[in-house]
């Protein structure tokens, strides 16, 4: 059982680094009139088929459990624990230090979160400000997409 004590947090650094994914999602919305508003979300996305240990977690931390489709009969059931901006923050400002693979996403989707929040704060930004914020975020977006990619980590890039 969790409790949220420094080891359980170093335990789920661990596990995110094997089992875990941290994303930028971008969503658009289109009920806007005036054309298509995006939306940026971080999310951390854990994939597993012990349902026990993603029940327990969800206990702890919140977020949002589903199944998988079975691609073949044979498999076992998959099942995804899904966290999203507030909750993926708290998890992150709290494994941060003991990230092995990942801290650098986790740094990254940290300052996403961040820099979307100080758009929402200051409501009455200016054109040019709000479109460095959108480019930042689109940036922040690619970082984490070139991070996440299979093989060889591309040049340029710290791990």
């Known amino acids: 059982m969790f409790t949220g004590v420094m080891d359980d947090f170093i335990w789920l650094a661990g596990f995110l680094d094997g089992d875990g994914a941290l994303c930028i999602n971008r969503q658009k919305d289109s009920r806007n009139g005036n054309g298509h508003l995006i939306y940026y979300n971080i999310l951390i996305s854990i994939t597993n088929t012990n349902l026990g240990l993603l029940e327990e977690l969800q206990n702890w931390l ?3 459990l589903t199944s998988n489709h079975k691609i073949k009969p044979e ?3 998959l099942y995804q624990l899904k966290l999203v901006n507030s909750q993926a923050c708290y998890i ?3 494994t941060l ?3 092995r693979i990942k801290k650098r996403q986790a ?3 940290l ?3 961040w820099l979307k929040d100080e758009k929402i704060r200051d409501k009455v930004d200016t054109r040019r400000r709000a479109n460095w914020v959108w480019e930042e ?3 922040m977006k690619e970082e984490i997409t070139i ?6 980590i591309p040049s340029g890039l710290d791990t």
């Open 62 to 64: 919140g977020g949002s």
């Open 75 to 77: 498999w076992k059931q």
């Open 92 to 94: 992150l400002e709290n």
């Open 97 to 99: 230090p003991y990230f």
């Open 107 to 109: 740094e990254v989707l």
């Open 111 to 113: 300052s996403c979160q």
């Open 137 to 139: 975020l689109e940036n």
């Open 147 to 152: 991070l996440n990619r299979r093989g060889a």
